[in-house]
């Protein structure tokens, strides 16, 4: 992999590749932990790089992978943050954009609930179709057709009707179990309401994190011994996460358009703007409204159910051999999806709870330890 070095300050060397540098002179400690902190963030998002060559790319699978890539990130930054105490102006900063993640968490976990909903209607049209069944009348074929109708009409974008369905689940949180004294420490998040509001926005959550992010200059890094590169790296990590993730999963006004202006000297930009770029071209590809998400499994659904009808509506008993064959192998394939779906559903709504209060800590932590003054709120 290539290093560069991110900007021509001698004390901030991060990413610099010198072969003859010795580690033992008397370089700051804190400058060492600052450059492997910008190689770690590489060398996760080339890892999830190459995964997104095949087909791994907006699955369950992936999502998950990227999820763990930010928990890594995360923790390695939070023991930058707790090393570096003075520079609390750049610490309220991330702290603010963070404080914006908690919201999309919540709504993700609304579009994981969504999906569970898709997956019921299709276990009850593999329960109609079921091939153990002796024979397949028209009384199974009328409760497959009504499934997948359901299914299609569950699946319509939230201005059409899938906003009814978010919005009465919209009274949990991932914040809502939070000990009472959780309330009363310094830092505790305005955005820990039970849910987002229906009148909330993914897209503005998103473009109100990228608004106002710039690298920091050269003056900037040298005053904060280069502190101020990690929390741009940081807040880059946090923004394209969330970006990925409303991206796949149903999301209330969903929205890609973020304009991701990343310097390529630093060693992780490239393989970010790669996955963006490739994000956005599936999104060309395969999705013609701004509705249900990218998720791999999202559209395996929906091919899988389209095939579905046309069989069923096709089919009249008593079924021919090649009507059998096609409805036995198009409810293998759904049986496929929903094997996944089972299996991964519920660690991935998981995983984005760890996510949440992985933020909620370190924020309410750092504004603990940097002192009442430093709330961003």
Do not use: Y
Not at 147 to 167: H, I, N, P, Q
Not at 276 to 285: G, L, V, W
Request: glycine share 4%; with cysteine; charged share 25%.
């Amino acid at each position: 992999m290539k290093r560069e070095q991110v900007h021509s300050v001698p004390s901030v060397e991060v990413g610099h590749n010198d072969d003859h540098r010795d580690h033992h002179e008397s370089t700051a400690p804190e400058v060492d932990e600052l450059e492997s902190f910008q190689l770690l963030v590489a060398a996760k998002f080339n890892h999830l790089l190459a995964s997104s060559c095949n087909e791994d790319l907006l699955s369950l699978v992936w999502i998950r992978k990227l999820l763990d890539a930010f928990l890594c990130c995360l923790e390695e930054f939070r023991v930058i943050l707790f090393n570096n105490k003075t520079s609390t102006h750049l610490a309220d900063d991330f702290f603010e954009r963070s404080l914006k993640a908690l919201d999309i968490c919540n709504a993700t976990r609304d579009g994981i609930e969504r999906i569970k909903q898709w997956q019921r209607h299709l276990e009850i049209v593999l329960s109609a179709l079921d091939s153990r069944q002796r024979v397949l009348g028209d009384g199974q074929l009328r409760r497959a057709r009504k499934a997948l109708v359901d299914l299609t009409l569950a699946m319509l974008d939230e201005k059409e009707g899938g906003s009814a369905f978010v919005f009465s689940h919209r009274n949990r949180s991932f914040g809502r179990h939070n000990n009472a004294k959780d309330h009363h420490r310094p830092g505790h998040s305005r955005s820990l309401s039970w849910s987002v509001s229906r009148s909330w926005s993914a897209a503005k959550q998103l473009q109100s994190i990228v608004n106002n992010l710039v690298p920091p200059r050269a003056n900037e890094i040298a005053t904060t011994n280069g502190f101020a590169i990690s929390v741009f790296t940081m807040t880059w990590v946090l923004l394209f996460v969330l970006w990925a993730i409303v991206a796949a999963i149903p999301c209330q006004d969903r929205g890609l358009q973020i304009h991701f202006n990343i310097p390529h000297h630093f060693p992780w930009g490239s393989p970010i703007l790669l996955m963006h770029d490739k994000i956005m071209e599936e999104s060309k590809k395969r999705e013609k409204r701004n509705s249900n998400g990218l998720l791999k499994e999202i559209h395996q659904i929906e091919i899988g159910a389209r095939q579905m009808m046309d069989l069923v509506d096709s089919a009249h008993p008593p079924l021919s051999e090649q009507q059998k064959t096609k409805v036995e192998q198009g409810v293998q394939e759904l049986a496929l999806v929903c094997e996944v779906l089972q299996n991964g559903l519920d660690p991935l709504e998981r995983h984005v709870r760890e996510v949440f209060h992985r933020i909620m800590s370190c924020r309410t932590d750092g504004l603990e330890l940097l002192g009442p003054g430093s709330s961003a709120e």
